[in-house]
């Protein structure tokens, strides 16, 4: 099958470009900067692709990539902070999603699979998050872009459209060719050796699960359906538990009331109206730190026949990765290299 892939230089996009080259597909990829293919799937083992060079919010560069395709995977997105991208991250992750997903849908492809987010479905109605929940009207930019992009996704699905939805956990993983937010949380805290406690918890998942689940799921003739792709719900004392345990390493658990956290969220969307640069302290983001809930997987379990590794696994891999590209000192890993 030949799949057109979006967000391939990034980390979910690269591993996901590795399982399908796994499972034998013909991958063609749509980039802006075709320079950045062999850093992101060098590393993983993946042929440099067929590529178009393009943008996900130009309509002949879509309708190029996607022509003579079977399938597409659809993982672009920008998430970002700064306020003067406000426009680019709206236009990014809402038009492209439009666009991307629409082509596809009008040249008859199957499946098209849509990377959402969790944002989107945020605050859930229950007590377990599950691929029914209701879209949400977010305040946030970034996870009120990806809950337009949803309902975009849902409505080509009403229409009958073999739109495939996935909503990932807290990606984490090794050979990450961005360094994200979480990578660069897990450095923090190794750093300082401390870590914050709040209510609530991560649904945390392993991208190379996550890549795994978009493989399997790379099927014809099955029409439209959603996944949550939570992985292991992990309370923040769990999250610290499994850091030690990789490293043998004591890190102190800093108890955080979440309304202060939220507090801070909401001070921060403030100062962000002000053009003062506050990174991922906004409300939405503490609303989903400090009140995050279980993922119901077991659809995804059941019909794609996939698993989660254990967490210890993966923040053990992901920290001898970092060891590697020189992002964390052999006095930050305590036992894991002896």
Not at 288 to 314: H, K, N, Q, Y
Request: with cysteine; proline share 7%.
């Amino acid at each position: 099958m030949r799949v057109l892939l979006t967000g391939s230089t990034g980390m979910v996009g690269a591993h996901t470009a590795a399982a399908f080259h796994r499972a034998g597909h013909e991958l063609r990829l749509l980039v802006r900067d075709p320079g950045r293919i062999a850093r992101a799937l060098d590393p993983l083992g993946v042929p440099a692709p067929e590529h178009v060079t393009g943008d996900v919010t130009d309509a002949a560069a879509v309708e190029r990539a996607l022509d003579g395709c079977d399938a597409v995977v659809h993982a672009a997105a920008l998430l970002s902070f700064d306020h003067r991208r406000d426009a680019e991250m709206q236009r990014t992750n809402v038009e492209g999603a439009r666009l991307v997903l629409g082509t596809a849908a009008r040249l008859a492809l199957d499946p098209i699979l849509y990377v959402s987010s969790l944002a989107a479905l945020f605050p859930p109605a229950g007590e377990v998050l599950t691929a029914d929940e209701t879209v949400k009207r977010p305040r946030d930019l970034y996870a009120r872009s990806k809950s337009s992009a949803e309902r975009l996704a849902r409505d080509l699905q009403a229409e009958g459209a073999p739109v495939v939805i996935s909503y990932p956990g807290w990606v984490v993983g090794p050979d990450d060719p961005t360094v994200n937010d979480g990578v660069k949380l897990i450095f923090d805290c190794l750093k300082a050796g401390a870590f914050p406690v709040m209510p609530g918890g991560v649904p945390t998942v392993d991208v190379r699960d996550l890549a795994a689940a978009h493989a399997a799921a790379m099927k014809p003739g099955r029409g439209p359906r959603r996944y949550v792709l939570g992985g292991h719900f992990l309370s923040y004392p769990e999250l610290i538990d499994s850091y030690t345990r990789a490293t043998g390493r004591r890190v102190w658990k800093v108890p955080i009331p979440g309304a202060l956290m939220r507090g801070l969220g909401r001070l921060g969307d403030a100062l962000r109206r002000l053009g003062i640069d506050v990174g991922a302290v906004t409300y939405e983001s503490m609303l989903i730190a400090t009140r995050g809930v279980p993922c119901d997987s077991s659809p995804a379990i059941g019909e794609l026949g996939i698993g989660f590794r254990p967490t210890d696994d993966t923040f053990r891999d992901v920290l001898l990765w970092m060891h590697g590209q020189g992002l964390a000192e052999r006095r930050h890993l305590g036992t894991l290299l002896d």
